[in-house]
């Protein structure tokens, strides 16, 4: 039984997958679900260069923190409409930490994740964010096939 479950999102399709399965092992148990996406703090000169050509009072929309917002709205919508109580945290950092880092704090006993990375040679040179919550995780973790 899980009272507590935490879900990463990047608002990319697979994510999504995961996100409505988390949302369905919620509602099943009566679960809080929180979801998460992380972004980096810092802004790559190109996207910054795009952002200095909005107007000012309109330039907070174009940062990351502010992208990570609207992903995060968006999942929060399905999951409200299946009646849901949904919390939703941005936070900047690397992804595997930032969900993990949650995950402690809110005492979920439940982390879902999306298995996308979890192939090829990057997974064993650099490591992925599945990988790296599965091997990390104080709790429970279901890595939901995506791909």
Known sequence: MY?????????????????RQAVELARIHGARLHLV?????TLRAKLQAERELLPEDERWMASPGEQAER???EAAKG???SGLAVETHAEPGDPAEVIIELAENVDAELIV????GMTGITRFLLGSVPS?????????????RTT
Do not use: F, R
Request: with cysteine; proline share 2%.
């Open 3 to 19: 009272s507590c479950i935490v879900v990463g999102t990047d608002g990319s399709e697979t994510a999504a997958e995961a996100v």
């Open 79 to 81: 999951a409200q409409a």
């Open 132 to 144: 790296k919550v599965a091997h990390h995780a104080s709790c429970s973790v279901l890595i939901v």
């Open 71 to 73: 992903v995060l709205a």
């Open 113 to 116: 994740v999306g298995n996308k």
């Open 37 to 41: 996406s992380a972004y980096s703090p």
